[in-house]
């Protein structure tokens, strides 16, 4: 790794950067002795009581560590073997695995084999077989959401759309694959098209009929197809999700992917404006400028006026961070430079915005610093905006703030307990070990901006 290529950043901070991922990778470096710190039994999540150890998944398992090591190995070759042994250990675990979208399972192995083959042809064989697993499953699921549309069903659940465990992050993955020749094959290149179809028909308006005719955008989630029996009570007539991780703005940031690589199927464009128009629509406002809310409820959604406020975070998985990026993406491909000046100010707001009200926990990706550096880099890198600039050094000091010698991995992901708000101690810090929670993705959003072929942050919805 150059400090010259970690940008802006001034030489103390680009070397202090430089210092944690380098530590970071020899932690992380032995997936055995990573799978015995992570999947301790203490190692738990507070809130759902899980312990934060998934072999096979990029939030907390090893292909989250392979990405790690495949951007490493961009520009130090000795790190092709410590890639290769993480790819190997997480290999054991598929079929032992369900798939949950592109964050669990053969596709998130998928990913992490094309980041470590860096397009240089490794792992052809592997990737050719997981292309075609991928495929087969992405098929299995766009058959079952079009029966139950065809049986009357109206809305729409998470897994339908939405980035992390849905049919938006395994598009992603397969625009990928339908573009190497190693892995594209005319069922591949059939799902890809089928899935950027669905996508389209997931923009459209539904007509919900209820106690009055509504007609409201298609990402709608009724009560019955909530997650959780919270959700349910919270949205009792379902709700529209804004984020990356789980909204609608993991779709806009996919179909601008597939714009710019020229797979378009028809409506691809028309669904993108519906989107960003939407995203647009619910721009909210505090003292410190424009934001997106996390969701909407659907009371919120069919009223006159707008609410005057809603939950968000400052954040790569929900708030204006992620909305941010996907409409910025958007806005360069499409040419709407309204999109991207909205999410310029959305960031500057966020920037201003007190820190103890971004509600983001600790130095991970999903909903801590590392992610809203991750959004930060890509966006600054595309706009000549000081403000960015400064930002993304503001916020690498915070991550490297968080450093602590004595975890086993450097960095640990905060957890923050149901009662946190009554709570003397509101986190569980735990030591995780992938890209999406942890230590893993924090040393990758501390890198360089990654550039080349397939960089681990197309997993986030970035490019």
């Known amino acids: 790794m150059s400090s010259v290529a970690l940008g802006h950043r001034s030489p103390a901070l680009a070397a202090a950067a430089e210092r944690a991922v380098a530590l970071v990778a020899r932690r992380l470096a032995d997936p055995d002795a990573v799978a015995a710190v992570a999947s301790r039994e203490d190692n738990r999540d507070p809130v759902y009581d899980a312990v934060m150890w998934g072999p096979l998944t990029l939030a907390n398992g090893l292909p989250g560590t392979a990405l790690l090591y495949g951007e490493l190995a ?52 592997l990737r050719r077989r997981l292309a075609q697993w991928v495929a087969r499953e992405q098929r299995e699921r766009l058959a079952a959401f079009q029966e139950r549309a065809g049986r009357g069903g109206q809305g729409v659940d998470w897994a339908s759309y939405d980035l992390v465990n849905g049919l938006s992050g395994t598009t992603r993955i397969l625009l990928d ?61 379902g709700d529209f999700n804004l984020g990356m991780a789980h909204g609608i703005a993991g779709p806009l940031a996919v179909l601008a992917a597939a714009a710019e690589r020229g797979h378009e199927v028809p409506g691809l464009a028309e669904a993108a404006h519906r989107i960003a128009g939407w995203l647009l629509g619910w721009t ?103 403000v960015l600039h400064a930002g993304r050094d503001r916020l690498t000091g915070m991550v490297l703030a968080a450093l602590d010698e004595e975890a086993p991995f450097g960095f640990r992901h905060l957890m923050r307990f149901p009662a946190a708000a009554h709570s003397p101690v509101p986190h569980r810090a735990l030591d995780v070990a992938g890209m999406l929670e942890g230590a893993a993705g924090v040393a990758l959003a501390l890198s360089p901006v990654p550039h080349g072929p397939l960089p681990w942050d197309r997993c986030l919805g970035l490019v």
């Open 284 to 386: 909210l406002h505090d003292e410190a400028g424009p934001y997106w809310p996390a969701r909407a409820g659907w009371d919120d959604e069919t009223a006159a006026d707008r609410p005057r406020a809603l939950f968000t975070r400052t954040a790569w998985c929900y708030g204006t961070p992620g909305v941010a990026a996907a409409l910025h993406r958007a806005g360069r491909v499409f040419g709407q430079p309204r999109w991207r000046a909205a999410a310029v100010e959305g960031l500057r707001a966020a920037l201003r915005r007190d820190e103890r009200r971004w509600a983001v926990d600790g130095p991970t990706v999903c909903h801590g610093f590392a992610g809203l550096l991750a959004v930060l880099s890509r966006v600054a890198e595309a706009e000549p905006e000081p």
């Open 74 to 125: 961009r520009a130090d070759a000795s790190w092709r073997a410590v890639a290769h042994r993480h790819l190997a250990a997480a290999g054991r675990a598929v079929g032992a695995v369900p798939s949950r979208g592109l964050f669990s399972g053969p596709a998130a192995l998928l990913a992490a084999a094309q980041t470590c083959a860096g397009g240089a042809g490794h792992y052809a064989s």
């Open 177 to 237: 694959s339908a573009e190497d020749p190693a892995e594209r094959s005319p069922e591949v290149a059939e799902t890809l098209a089928a899935s950027l179809r669905h996508l389209v028909a997931v923009s459209e308006p539904v007509t919900v009929v209820g106690p009055v005719r509504r007609t409201v955008p298609g990402w709608w989630v009724p009560a019955d197809l909530q997650v959780s029996e919270r959700d349910r009570r919270t949205y009792p007539r």
